[in-house]
């Protein structure tokens, strides 16, 4: 669940109570309504101002949780032992009253926290603020792989495949057999680079189709591109239309690295959470060296989708670093060199300036040669490319495609219901020159020849409801939130406890047990352990002339005599000690500071 999802579901009370909280004095209002998720400089100085409990808190769910919902108990189970469980549980409520940690609850079922999956990256951006040093310029770099098509392309020659061959579902749900492998043979990313991803498919059903089947398809729904009749998919031509007529390639892409990375980063582990967030941080077209393996994963993810390159870079680079101050990441050697990847792309949410990306972008014409043959450069709009896709027949889809116009094409061209003139049309509106004589005459009389023939075949594919077609994607702003998270079916919880609600029965005790060292019968000692254990709270012991805090984890006991167990507070080295009542002298209970 997003921020922007949960503006909606809390209200504009609650929202006003979180813009007023001193943790976020030094932004306004609006901003809270008008940025999904909020701004990188207003979350950092936020960070800077936690308190120390509060913000070890939230560096450990950003850590062992990401944006994943976890329990109040998974979290102190996970926690330093020589910390008392009480701070921490102290650190959880005030990043609830401060709105960066959200509370849910279905029913009467169990309470979860998470972090809004949007401002996890920015949490974990701000929390680990130093980042990578990327290989110098001059860089003895090489690659023999070639670089993949980008995610829009791979996803467009996917569904042209599927217009091609046809949407019907079989009784299990499925696309054909042939239709799956017609359509898997479009896609370059490899079902290996996706294994991961199996768990964060929004839809059970496309786990059933190999995996980088299933990921177009979830995102083509995700997108709204797709629609479902009971026997079919269904093409929903407004939003599709939206989307090829988006102002450039990278538009598209940023709309689809923002779903890849929010719904399967978060959606898959938190190790690759984790790693997505830390490698979006790395700068646009640096090269940069990469060894954990979470964060291998997901860089040969994104070579698969075409926003990232994978090359090799000799051994003995001075000063060359890795990005271990992010995540362990460390300078790994091949076989031949050290392997290192770079964004193709600028990385979302911290891709900077894309004026560099934005540069190369632009409409460009095709070129169509006697032979029929035409050639697509890299930045022909992806409109054209369709149009394509429908009339003629790709050849090959390195940097510059190559279609052919042939019978074939031609004859499913007219199946799809283009005619002769529409298909002259459309080559020399893209090319923006007059076809080439014997292409026209081809054209003219391949199509003019099967008319009749085709016309009987002219399929009329249901169309949407007016209702969904009244509903068209935003795609331009890239703002896309999909639904269907498992958190939307959970209430959101408005009040937060007060911090003495952890302390149960505290008006109870003597006062003295709070006050000073003391001296107590060993009965009474242990009470005050109990006391301790039940609240979550350390102990200051005195032991000859030394004090120690300790942090009780249990207690242990035969007929006669009882031991109590625990850790030296603050101590992360130490080991857990067992202590008998003969081995100190006093104590008291060290409750924290309720603020």
Request: charged letters at 20%; a negative charge.
């Amino acid at each position: 669940m997003n921020f922007a999802d949960l503006i909606g579901k809390l209200g504009h009370s609650r929202i006003e109570r979180y813009s007023a909280h001193p943790l976020w004095s030094h932004m306004d209002k609006e901003s809270w309504f008008q940025n999904s998720p909020l701004k990188l400089e207003a979350v950092r100085e936020s960070w800077s101002k936690l308190p120390s409990e509060a913000a070890r808190v939230l560096a450990m769910i950003v850590n062992r949780f990401g944006a994943a919902p976890f329990q109040e108990e998974g979290l102190l189970q996970g926690a330093d032992r020589s910390i008392a469980g009480s701070l921490h549980r102290l650190g959880l409520l005030y990043l609830v009253e401060a709105g960066i940690v959200f509370a849910v609850r279905r029913g009467w079922g169990e309470k979860l926290y998470f972090v809004p999956g949007d401002m996890f990256f920015h949490w974990h951006r701000s929390i680990y603020e130093r980042g990578a040093s990327p290989l110098p310029d001059n860089a003895d770099v090489w690659s023999e792989e070639a670089a993949r098509s980008p995610l829009s392309l791979q996803l467009l020659h996917m569904l042209a495949e599927l217009k091609r061959t046809g949407m019907k579902r079989t009784a299990k749900g499925l696309l054909a057999k042939r239709v799956i492998d017609k359509c898997a043979a479009q896609i370059e990313l490899q079902p290996s680079e996706a294994m991961f991803l199996k768990l964060a498919l929004s839809d059970p059903s496309y786990t059933a189709y190999p995996l980088h089947v299933g990921m177009m398809l979830d995102l083509a729904m995700k997108f709204q591109l797709l629609g479902t009749a009971p026997d079919s998919f269904l093409f929903h031509e407004d939003n599709w239309n939206l989307w090829l007529r988006a102002s450039s390639g990278l538009e598209q892409e940023q709309a689809l690295l923002r779903i890849v990375m929010e719904q399967y980063a978060l959606g898959s582990s938190t190790a690759i959470a984790t790693a997505a967030a830390a490698l979006s941080g790395l700068e646009f077209m640096k090269w940069y060296a990469i060894e954990d393996s979470a964060a291998r994963q997901w860089c040969q993810l994104m070579v698969g989708l075409g926003w990232m390159e994978r090359a090799e870079c000799a051994k003995d680079i001075e000063g060359m670093q890795s990005i271990e101050s992010i995540q362990r990441m460390q300078s790994t050697q091949s076989v031949k060199g050290v392997e290192v990847y770079r964004w193709l792309i600028p990385p979302w949410p911290y891709g900077g300036s894309t004026d560099a990306a934005e540069g190369t972008s632009g409409e460009a014409g095709i070129m169509i040669a006697t032979d029929g043959d035409i050639y697509v450069p890299p930045h022909v709009p992806a409109a054209v490319r369709w149009q394509l896709e429908m009339v003629a027949a790709r050849k090959q889809s390195d940097a510059v495609a190559v279609y052919r116009i042939n019978e074939q094409s031609l004859a499913k061209a007219l199946e799809l219901g283009y005619t002769g003139p529409q298909v002259v049309q459309l080559l020399e509106a893209a090319s923006g020159k007059p076809l080439p004589s014997p292409v026209y005459v081809g054209i003219s009389g391949m199509m003019e020849d099967q008319w009749d023939a085709a016309a009987t075949k002219l399929s009329s594919a249901p169309a949407l409801s007016e209702r969904e077609r009244s509903e068209p994607l935003d795609c331009s702003a890239a703002l896309f939130h999909a639904p269907g998270s498992f958190l939307a079916q959970y209430d959101p919880i408005v009040e937060v406890p007060a911090p003495q609600s952890l302390f149960s029965g505290l008006e109870a005790i003597p006062s003295a047990w709070l006050k000073g060292l003391r001296r107590y019968h060993p009965t009474t000692r242990r009470e005050l352990l109990e006391q301790a254990l039940r609240w979550r709270i350390s102990v200051t012991l005195k032991c000859g002339d030394s004090l120690m805090p300790f942090v009780p984890e249990r207690i242990e006991s035969d007929k006669e005599n009882w031991a109590v167990f625990g850790y030296e507070q603050g101590n992360e080295e130490a080991a857990l000690v067992r202590l008998t009542p003969d081995m100190w002298q006093e104590m008291m209970l060290q409750l924290p500071q309720l603020q």
